[in-house]
């Protein structure tokens, strides 16, 4: 395995200080051939949480741009760097992510399309990722079931080409909505298998996610091994991610792929 295709960057407001070129210098290091920076592209809704520091601020997506294509430039002779984004699919701004996805069509084909937030029935956006405890306030608010349920129909309108031409067709983290399964009781009712299936069907590749091994109330892959050997099953092409947020992180754990 020798290409990370899920990295974030200095432009990133809740990751680390160091620059693009540390983490192009970390995979060089660690032997991979290609790898990709998918920054989180600019929210199209206001911030829902506490830090609003889930994406990179719009004025920076130029610098991101140029600096990536800079260093793509001076490593060419050493590794491949692809340009991406990790964009978020917002219900109910479809038309305003789409805009974006115009204005920056040739980044497409290298980014990474993503849940983290979901519309609850009040119109509020959650993010489902942010920490353990909003995730259990949540749970006691809202209820489990309908939190989950939320989560499985949105992930389905992002694999339903929500973009037509301009969808990123590799799906993120399928199984975020687990990240904090340890702190409580309930095991999902999502049929995964169902949604492999769907992904399948609709031409998606797949993060194949290894940050989910370091977060202590998961530590596991995202998905977990049993769905990822389904997904080679079905022939789903997998797309490795460390998620790095830091240059340490750059392929961490595709020693322990199941797929080579
Ligand atoms: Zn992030
Ligand atoms: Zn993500």
């Not at 592209?41 to 990536?68: F, H, K, Q, W």
């Not at 115009?102 to 849940?115: A, E, N, R, W």
């Not at 937030?117 to 079931?145: N, T």
């Not at 909505?177 to 492999?196: P, R």
Request: net charge negative.
């Amino acid at each position: 395995m020798l290409s990370d295709n899920h990295m974030h960057t200095q432009y990133c407001p809740h990751g680390s200080d160091a620059s693009m070129e540390e983490y192009v210098k970390a995979a060089i290091g660690k032997g991979l051939k290609e790898l990709t920076f998918t920054e989180h592209a600019p929210l199209v809704i206001d911030d829902p949480t506490p830090e609003n520091d889930s994406a990179m601020s719009r004025e920076d997506v130029e610098a991101y741009i140029n600096e990536g294509k800079e260093l793509k430039e001076k490593y060419r002779d050493q590794v491949t760097i692809n340009i991406g984004f990790e964009i978020d699919y917002i219900e109910g701004k479809e038309e305003e992510t789409l805009e974006f996805l115009k204005k920056h069509s040739d980044l497409v084909p290298h980014s990474i399309l993503s849940v983290h937030m979901i519309r609850l029935s009040s119109g509020e956006y959650f993010c489902i990722d942010y920490d353990k405890d909003a995730f259990l306030e949540k749970i006691s608010e809202v209820g489990y079931d309908t939190l989950v349920s939320k989560y499985e129909d949105t992930l389905y309108k992002a694999l339903s080409n929500p973009y037509g031409e301009l969808t990123p067709k590799t799906i993120g983290h399928i199984t975020l909505i687990n990240k904090f399964e340890k702190a409580y009781d309930q095991i999902d009712t999502i049929d995964w298998v169902s949604v492999l299936e769907y992904i399948k069907e609709k031409g998606y590749q797949m993060d194949y996610n290894f940050a989910g091994l370091d977060k202590p109330y998961h530590e596991q892959t995202y998905p977990p091994e049993p769905l990822v050997k389904k997904a080679i099953d079905l022939a789903i092409p997998l797309r490795f991610g460390s998620d790095a947020h830091h240059p340490d992180e750059v392929g961490r754990y595709f020693e322990r792929s199941l797929k080579k």
